[in-house]
């Protein structure tokens, strides 16, 4: 690791546009959400990109859905900005924030009816570590006790690290009371079952 990274927080350098066919899965996301007529829902979103689409979608389409999103990318939380300034409709309902997940405070957190983990294992590595961040597991339970019961906590199976998430889910499901319901495209469902 160079210096001048050492003892600083694990930040995103770079910045996602939306690459659909690299990468589905928020379409995939508001895709079943609609689908699936969740309305009135508050939702947490693990990895805005700078195109925001999650929070966009949710707020043109009626649902009365809500979105509070991470983002580890100053030029995605840029991105928000802009966007929340040009567009005051969409940011009443979305609300993206920059931080590490791993650094997650529970009694920051509301209670959710949908929580995305669509990058869980991605990102994660020695350099969180130093900090004493979460670990991949612990961020998966947190955000679950934020679940309703009742609620989903969803996965994106194209992941490049989905083979390490899946050691993860396992570990989970032995954890918390969850059960699976299945595949939606690219995505697994699991509901919070108590
Ligand atoms: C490959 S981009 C995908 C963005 C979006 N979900 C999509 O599919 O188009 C990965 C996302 O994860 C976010 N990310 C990476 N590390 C993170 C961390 N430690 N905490 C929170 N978000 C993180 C990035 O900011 C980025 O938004």
Redesign the pocket.
Known sequence: MTEDKKGKL???D?I?D??VKE????VHFCDWLEKNDVKNASIFH????S?H?VGIRTAENGSNNCVLA????PG?YDAFVKLAIDRPEVEKTYKSFF????QLEPRLLPEFDVVTL??LC???NER?DEYGALTDLQVLEMLTDKTRPGGYVIFYTKSFAFDTAEKVIAQWEESRKVEKIGLAETLLVYRKTA
């Open positions: 694990h930040f995103w770079a996602w939306l690459r990468c589905p899965c928020d693990f990895g805005t990109g195109h689409i991470i983002t580890a990318s995605e931080g590490d997940i791993y669509f990058h991605e990102f994660r969180n």
